[in-house]
């Protein structure tokens, strides 16, 4: 599986935080700490950066300076710390789309999740749009300059890689029936097409029906991320942030939401058939 720099840091903020907290340490007594030791421009908010993952390439010897203030001695613990310091620091794909993608959280957990399953209330979800469809959803968002269009659409098709992997993750999408609705005629067919194409077992699209009224996803979407040896991780997009939810009664939420939309959503058969009468419905 792909080794991700988002995932190394994330399980390294995680870690300090560990450290700290089992030191006793709050973040005031840190940065007094630091400072003796010279880092005079260390702030408790800078503690709070790092345990909440909100820096982007960790540097080594600050590392290594949270390790001495915390008197970890153990060469193996110390050691595997500084190694996730260093996998950290590389640059994924994505970096190189950071006009159009920011810090590519996102992307850089779900090139190494193991199961993603996504609820999409208005859109289809970015894992399974065709170029057609992305370029007319981005620039019905409002973006009218062609080149960053093509741009976003080039680094979505980027991302929709990690499905056609060897040890592509189990993805599971319901999607309102009112996204399909929303498809525009001219991307409808080819779009629909690949929604019934990418139906496989380790991939499977569920529609949740009008009929089924009102639902457990009318608050919005969202997608949840699992991973072989890390927590799970819920993640939803607004239109000008991202917000991962990693505490385990928040998780333990979504998940619970999940399932109900599942529930209420068609079964994977009647799913398919779904999609095929409205592809038959536009010829």
């Not at 720099?5 to 007094?32: F, I, K």
């Not at 499977?204 to 997608?223: E, I, K, S, T």
Request: glycine share 6%; net charge negative; with cysteine.
């Amino acid at each position: 599986m792909a080794s991700s720099p988002t995932l190394r840091r994330r399980r390294l903020s995680w870690r300090l935080r560990e450290l700290r907290e089992q030191a006793g340490l709050t973040a005031d007594e840190v940065t007094d700490r630091a400072h003796q030791r010279g880092a005079q421009r260390w702030s408790p908010s800078k503690i709070t950066r790092i345990e909440r993952n909100e820096w982007i390439r960790p540097k080594v010897e600050d590392v290594e300076m949270l390790l001495d203030i915390y008197e970890v001695t153990d060469q193996d613990d110390r050691d595997a710390c500084v190694a996730l310091a260093k996998q950290a620091r590389r640059r994924g794909w994505w970096v190189g789309y950071s006009d159009v993608l920011g810090r590519g959280a996102l992307t850089g957990l779900e090139v190494e999740a193991s199961v993603i399953r996504t609820f999409e209330l208005a859109v289809v979800p970015g894992l399974l749009q065709t170029e057609e469809y992305a370029r007319a959803m981005i620039r019905g968002g409002g973006i009218t300059d062609e080149d960053e269009v093509e741009r976003r659409v080039e680094a979505r098709m980027m991302r929709q890689q990690i499905l056609s992997r060897a040890d592509a993750p189990r993805y599971w999408a319901t999607i309102d029936e009112a996204a399909l609705r929303k498809i525009p005629a001219a991307a409808l067919r080819e779009q629909v097409s690949h929604l019934l194409q990418v139906q496989r077992s380790t991939l499977r699209v569920q529609v949740l029906p009008d009929a089924a009224g009102l639902h457990a996803g009318m608050m919005g979407p969202f997608v949840i991320m699992d991973f072989p040896s890390d927590p799970i991780v819920v993640y939803i997009e607004g239109h000008t942030s991202q917000t991962f939810h990693e505490e385990p009664e928040d998780v333990e939420r979504y998940n619970l939401l999940y399932t109900y939309v599942q529930a209420a959503a068609l079964s994977v058969d009647d799913s398919t058939a779904f999609l095929e009468s409205l592809l038959e419905s536009h010829p």
